[in-house]
């Protein structure tokens, strides 16, 4: 029982290593997640913060221009020779170029906004790396505290163990000597009762002997030697029953330290019992930590996914947006150019394919990264479930593999327990089957065990070979060990008086 006891704790500790080794690993992909998203951050930032160069610089290019052309406005209001149209398209084109101005105002101003959002968010997730960081730490610390209690449970487990083998070489040790001494009395009586038959042989010759030569005295010899053969057998008498004395006395002191034994076993064992309880309960206090951290991980995970929709949404309709405030510009800009010279229209027609190229490509550039991004997502999202499935899978291996050997043990007792009782059939011992009446209910836990209720009769075979304190039976085609103290025999029950195990106090 203490073999067991040792390994349910091996088993328990495994399965905490394990359990923090699989959170180390999931904390550790979050954290190369949150790096991933950290440097997708700051390649956005980066290319904001190019955009708002381009703005700046496309400011710096329209000012000189603006200028130019109020001093060309001026210069044309005090010139009637050009048509009446001229000044009305350069107060057109001033008009369009103010409203471009004040696009880019706005529109640098919106950047500047965006890069202050996204430096708050590298903050807020450098913030939550270092938590994560933290709470590695102390998983790692809780980590080698189970690992230096379970070194320090294997050290006293191999302690008892040899306590228990030195105490059981000395109990052999005192039974081989008990026993030589036992086998010593035993030759010292027989050579004893043997010189007495040999004198008693003796002396009977020696009467006959007496007898053809004093014929005359013959009863009185007779009733002399009667008397000396009663004496002779008291005497015998007298020595079997000192050593029949001397031998319950052996026996009965042999019985005591006996239950002596018992009792310090079955102390034993409650205390193992006691600390296997002990052990349970901190490793159902440790899944329930788990299943919660699991839990909110998922929680963080969701609200982070909505976050990332949301953010996705907005920039899709500040695309959207930006796009209609191009087109805007676009058609004023053609508005504006049918009025220009047709000097500059074929120039300003150039600047302007080569911008929707340059803006063509930049969106295509982002539609392109954000694939990849999508792409880099779903294909990690896709080794985290298929890691999840494996370990899965692992696990419910390993508890198909205890079943099995769990089962197989039992197949081997009870295979053990026909072929014994196969034996008893073959040398003609027929096994007596006793009838005992449960006085408490006792559940299994495992699969040598036989579970029943208060009140329920069990078939015990007492001739099988058992441990102190356990009986042997079946119960409705079902077989297995049950304690002793739970049961009494069906004939001894009665009402209103009931022994109660070791366990439930006076």
Known sequence: ??????????????????????????????????????????????????????????????????????????????????????????????????????????QLESLERETAIKLSEMDKYNNDVQDLRESQRVQQAVLEKLLSTKEDKLREVKRKMEQEEARKRQEEERKRQEEERQRREEEEAQRRIKEEKDRQWQEKLRRDEEVRQRRLQEEREAKLREEEEKETQARLLAAREQADREQRAKEEAERRRREEEERRRQEEKRMAEEERRMLEEERRKLEEERRKLEEERRREEKRRQEEEERKRREAEQREADLKREKEEEERRRQRASKAALLDREERRKEERRKEEEKRRREEEEEQQRKKRDEEERRRREEERRRQEEEKAAKRKREEEERKRAAEEERRRMEEAQQQQQARQRSTGKSAALTSFRALYPFAARNQDELSFDADDIIEVDETTERDAGWFYGSKQGNMGWFPESYVERAAATRAGHRRCPWWCGP
């Open 1 to 106: 029982m203490e073999l067991e006891a040792v390994g349910d704790k091996h088993r328990q500790i495994s399965d905490r290593l394990r359990d923090a080794q699989s959170r180390k690993k999931v904390q550790r992909t979050e954290l190369d997640l949150l790096g991933q998203r950290r440097d997708t951050r700051r390649h956005e930032i980066d290319g904001l913060q190019r955009q708002l160069e381009d703005s700046h610089r496309k400011l710096a290019q329209l000012a000189p221009e603006q200028k130019r052309l109020a001093v060309k406005l001026q210069t044309m209001g005090y010139n009637n020779s050009l048509p009446g149209s001229t000044p009305s398209s350069l107060k057109l084109s001033v008009t369009d170029k103010n409203g471009a101005c004040h696009k880019l105002h706005e």
